[in-house]
């Protein structure tokens, strides 16, 4: 497989709790400013890069003397918000001595699910980009809740990755790369050099979190390159702690494991749909509908349902499921939940006449809908 980096324009790296609050110590300041170093060597390469950091609560941690992470969330948001200032103290600081500005953005799910939002998030990412400072992105712990919440930083930095287009997605972590299985506790455990972003066999192998103070674990690492493959991206995990890794990838060499996006990249707005984490209403196909859907490229007809769950208006994204439950594709519904109830099962032609109007005859039309 080619090595990915070194023709990669447009980059995001991820760094992760472990690594940059070297497994809860505090921030590694060292450790930063060798990535802030080498990011600004990718920047006279040419390239543009966007960083995901997380660490700010395991840093409020440290700052406010608590020696275990709480449990209760408004804890959490308040150490959050007080780790976020070293955080990005920190990166400021030493970009600053390669001439480079950073800027803060914190966003929640629901910023990137809004498309308004979605959409000034990209145009400020952009010009950040165009005037050559680093964005510096975190989750916004602080008013994060389950509902709006991406979770884990590697899906943040996965749904970063779509937004901008970006190339390729770097995840550091503190192993050298994905693993036959966790080497934590598998000391026969080899390394996965190269794969393609998707393969199933992939999330077989990877476990949960290595540390307390950290979220995702290696299964959102793949599931993250799943993700980016969408828009096109390659995945590459690897070691933070490696010497000079980020410019020696970008020089070309073969470094950790990389995961190849092998699909046709879909369109940026069938990205947006496919990155919502949450979805207002289920709706359960046929197998006619299925096959229409899935093999024949066709919008979904009403006729097509045999189920409506969930309270959705028109225009919010619902999940299409098969008979079984698995889930084939999602998409913006026409109609809200109360009158797709009422006009499933039928033919097209008697929508007018049950509902006294017709907005579009599919429930979902093709353009809206984007298969997984
Ligand atoms: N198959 C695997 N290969 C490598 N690491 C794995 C695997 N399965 C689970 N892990 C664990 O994932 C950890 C990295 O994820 P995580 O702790 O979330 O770090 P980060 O803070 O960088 O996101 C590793 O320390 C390792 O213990
Ligand atoms: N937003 C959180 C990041 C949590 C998180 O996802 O951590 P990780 O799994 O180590 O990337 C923080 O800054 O502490």
């Not at 600081?93 to 990209?122: E, K, P, V, W």
């Not at 879909?266 to 979805?279: F, G, I, M, P």
Request: charged share 20%; aromatic share 2%.
């Amino acid at each position: 497989m080619k090595p990915v980096l070194q023709s990669a324009r447009r980059l995001v790296v991820k760094v992760g709790s472990a690594l940059v609050t070297n497994d809860g110590r505090g921030l590694d300041h060292a450790a930063l400013a060798n990535w802030s170093a080498q990011i600004a060597q990718l920047t006279h390469m040419g390239k543009e890069v966007v960083l995901v950091s997380s660490g700010a609560v395991a840093e409020g941690m440290q700052r406010l003397g608590w020696k275990a992470r709480p449990s209760a969330v408004h804890e959490l948001q308040a150490a959050a918000a007080v780790g976020q200032m070293g955080l990005v103290q920190a990166y400021e600081s030493s970009f600053r001595s390669h001439a480079l500005h950073t800027a803060q953005i914190l966003l929640t799910h629901d910023d990137l699910a809004d498309r308004t939002r979605y959409l000034n998030a990209l145009s400020t990412l952009r010009t950040l980009l165009a005037l050559k400072v680093i964005p510096i992105i975190n989750e916004n712990d602080t008013v994060a809740t389950d509902e709006i919440r991406f979770g884990d930083n590697d899906t943040l930095a996965a749904l970063v990755t779509n937004l901008i287009e970006a190339d390729a997605l770097v995840i550091l972590t503190d192993q050298a790369g994905l693993y036959t299985a966790d080497p934590r506790n598998n000391p026969d455990a080899t390394l996965v050099s190269e794969a393609h972003a998707g393969d199933p066999a992939l999330e077989k192998m990877a476990g949960g979190a290595g540390s307390a103070i950290s979220r995702g674990g290696m299964l959102t690492k793949i599931l993250a390159a799943k993700r980016a493959a969408r828009s096109g991206a390659h995945t590459i995990i690897a070691s933070g702690r490696e010497a000079d890794v980020l410019v020696r990838l970008a020089k070309g060499e073969a470094i950790g494991t990389q995961l190849a996006a092998t699909q046709t990249p879909l369109s940026s707005r069938k990205t947006w749909l496919a990155d919502h984490l949450q979805v207002r209403g289920k709706l359960t196909l046929d197998a006619g509908a299925v096959k229409a859907v899935t093999l024949d490229g066709k919008s979904l007809l009403p006729i097509g349902v045999i189920n409506v769950e969930g309270e959705f208006a028109r225009g919010e994204v619902v999940t299409c499921v098969s008979p079984e439950g698995v889930q084939i594709a999602r998409g913006l519904a026409n109609y809200a939940a109360s009158e797709a109830r009422k006009i499933v099962r039928l033919p097209t032609t008697q929508i007018e006449a049950t509902l006294g109007y017709v907005d579009g005859p599919e429930l979902i039309h093709r353009d809206n809908l984007v298969l997984l």
